[in-house]
């Protein structure tokens, strides 16, 4: 089931650097695994900001919840999630 | 170079049933074939509302307008353009 | 699967009485079915508005997209879907 | 009486660790306390976001204000009510 | 229990005048008659607009959606409804 | 001449416990003066919100502003006012 | 007493040329009357915009309240009023 | 001197097509003519709307407004205007 | 050349008070020297709000850039600029 | 290909000015350098805010991000990209 995901990332200016950049190898790791196991089909930045477009493809909306809520950078995250369905001229 | 589309349909109630069917479908054709081009790969519908997210890949912001500004509902829809990047964190 | 459902009702001015009638009623019946077949298990009118929250219950994004799409009073809707998930503190 | 409301959490950065778990412990013991007395009937996590909708089942406005400033979180976080009636067309 | 109640209204240009002028008298008799039996204390106009805001002092939600549905120019209507409670500070 | 006025409190998390503590006793005492002399007749709090409306009684503009800044949480509040005038249709 | 008043013309389209030319002369007189009588000391239109900023000195809400109902245009406006007072940097 | 101007053209859906035609040919004939003077030194469109984002230079707030609501499709836009100054950095 | 500037004064909370002091009347010197030299003609406190709306008249966009950038207040300020053209019924 | 960006400096009110200077210089020496290689043929002032808009003309949305995310005060502004196309009617 797909899901459209936006994140905006606000890190405080307060976090220390080696604490932020901990963090982002972390948050990369992270979204590297869940990608090469199929749940992140698509990442995309969003040109001039600090945020992502993705696409999400999971069982369900608690799957959902679990995947988003275990990103490291969940904390400093501004996130909206609009659930997909298949459109009727689409090709797919 | 990809775009992340969002097209909110409003088509007017004073328009007569046949001449919105016909625009739809000509709306239908027209995106079937950008989407076989390869310049519309993919297509979403958003849950609970006549709107959809895409994405095209297209050669420029001039050839994004083209596509967008021929379709057949263009009169009739809200769109909101984001240009998209690739993310350091991709594996694509 | 859980999703929160905000429904604003406006049908246009212009559209006579009667087929407002006629359509109110058929979304009254289509509704109660849903409701009875366990899709729709709570809806709730918003006070002061022609609008109401509905909590749906179905097995996946397409099929809530189904459900909605065919209410009768779709076309004079504005919807808007928060997909729902087990809070850690309920009890149920 | 029925009341949605839309709990958003925004905990400072700058809170020590320790005490953030201790507040949302309380906070967990007090919500799980108004869900078995039935003040507080559902409690759903907002996919994606550290935010809930809840309903209650009060017997007031001031009820619900009592209900809800009592919250361990209350401070840190943005709340909106929406007081809800009986749908003519709910088969509850 | 009291009630902020804001109603913005808007009647469409196309209607003609008598029945625009029968329906505010309506709704001049149907408010005053509330007002006198005590459920809509306050009824003040904001400057410069064609809206109002008021307090509903009623029994429940359901009593003020009835009350608020039954106004003759509820169809024309923008409301919102902000529910109160008795302020620690009031000394009334 | 009166004014609605939606007070929203944000008091800083920073701010020492006592300090806050102080301010707020202050704003009552203030508060409850202006209540008692009449410039102040409404004073409700919003449901689940640190914010309230209030309808002030006085005699300009001039006069509101001078009311209001003096407020011991002026510095730590978000204020709307909006002038009220006489309803045509109101019983008082 | 000053008030700053932002009003937002937007005649319907469906308007007869000759009843909308005939509306804006109306008003052209009646706001030239107000002026006159000190009422209405500053007038400016906003650039790019079917729109004005006004700066009104009344005696009161209720007296803005009639002089700004009464504009010919008021139904076909957008008034948003803010009151104003006399700043401690003013040298007037 | 130098404004950004954004312009969102919403031509309503009733207007006869040859009328809608004629209006379009004589707002690029009037802009052309304004480009060719210099007071309209760039004019794009926004990828995926009917709208532009243009920059004028001209004498003043007035000569802009002069310009700009003399635009045959002025009474079907939405037009906001950015005044600009020179930047610090820029190396023009 | 007139406009209508609208300024939203946020001083951080953590900023020493006698710094603040200091800018304050810093402030109030340089913006009454402006006013005394007809660059600032009014300055009007916005009821209930730490803002103002101020008419500049200058001869630029620099100018009121270069004006309004110099304002000791200015790095804690949110400002709106809103060029103002001479409106058809104004009387001066 | 062109894009209008905008960009709103937010820098914390907590950096220390050395450190704020330092960012700014090189803020100034990197656009320079991108002005004179022709990806930023146009950069200006809003007036009245620590804020611009400029034009940018690269070769893709990854360009462009590149471009961007380089900014030394990439961290504390706020930006927003808007594609552009040619316009049917610009004489350029």
Do not use: C
């Not at 869940?34 to 990442?43: D, F, I, S, Y």
């Not at 001039?48 to 919840?65: C, I, K, M, Q, T």
Request: hydrophobic residues 40%; aromatic residues 10%; proline residues 8%.
């Amino acid at each position: 089931m797909l899901y459209l995901v936006h994140m905006i990332v606000e890190i405080p200016s307060t976090m220390p650097a080696e604490e932020a950049a901990r963090i982002k190898a972390e948050e990369k790791a992270y979204s590297q695994r869940l990608q090469q196991e199929g749940q992140w089909p698509h990442l995309w930045r969003v040109v001039g900001e600090y945020a992502n477009y993705s696409v999400f493809d999971v069982e369900s909306n608690d799957a959902l919840h679990e995947a988003l809520s275990q990103l490291p950078l969940f904390p400093y995250m501004k996130i909206t999630v609009t659930p997909l369905a298949k459109h009727p001229s689409s090709i797919r």
